[in-house]
């Protein structure tokens, strides 16, 4: 996708959805980048892979948070245990890639159950889909992992093992600017 093209998918996303991002100005967040060539890259393939990347708000350091803010987990990371070491395990039917893998491809990081609930409450996420999310080492230490959905009006966390996957699954990430 061309810097032009993604430029304005993103101002057209921020303007759109201005309750997620009341305090700042699309200047601000151009100024940030239109320059920078990796977070150009970044928010492109977050883009090409079905997250719909827009600014969330702004870190405790000044930067600027992109998330994906896909209705859905995004189209293009679905069906996806959580790591490496999870797909290693798997006996049959294996998976082709991991969430892990695959963020760290894109360049962005897994949501953590803070940001999660944050984005849910920015909006209706995951309605039908649930996304993996960053999952604590005494979890993942125990085989298992973590992700999240929104039914009933609500934001869940759950569990599973680490080397399921499903259709319906995939992972949300972000990238702080």
């Known amino acids: 996708m061309d810097k032009e093209n993604l430029l304005a998918i993103l101002k057209e996303r921020f303007e759109r959805n201005m309750h997620r991002h009341a305090d700042l100005e699309w200047e601000v967040v151009l100024q940030k980048i239109s320059d920078d060539a990796t977070v150009l890259g970044i928010l492109g393939k977050m883009e090409e892979t079905g997250g719909e990347p827009d600014v969330i708000g702004m870190n ?3 930067k600027l948070v992109f998330c994906d803010c896909s209705a859905e987990s995004p189209s293009g990371r679905r069906s996806l245990c959580y790591d490496q070491e999870a797909l290693e395990k798997r006996k049959a039917n294996k998976p082709s890639a991991t969430a892990q893998g695959l963020a760290k ?3 962005i990081q897994l949501l953590t159950e803070d940001m999660y609930f944050r984005l849910q409450s ?3 996420f995951d309605l039908k889909t649930s996304s993996w999310l ?3 080492d005494a979890i993942r230490e125990k085989g298992g992992a973590i992700f999240g959905d929104k039914r009933f009006g609500r934001t869940f966390i759950y569990h599973n093992g680490a080397d399921s996957y499903y259709a319906a699954r995939g992972f949300r990430g ?3 600017v």
């Open 122 to 124: 920015l909006g209706d």
């Open 174 to 176: 972000f990238v702080e």
């Open 134 to 136: 960053a999952t604590p």
């Open 60 to 62: 405790d350091f000044g």
């Open 105 to 107: 491809g894109i360049g």
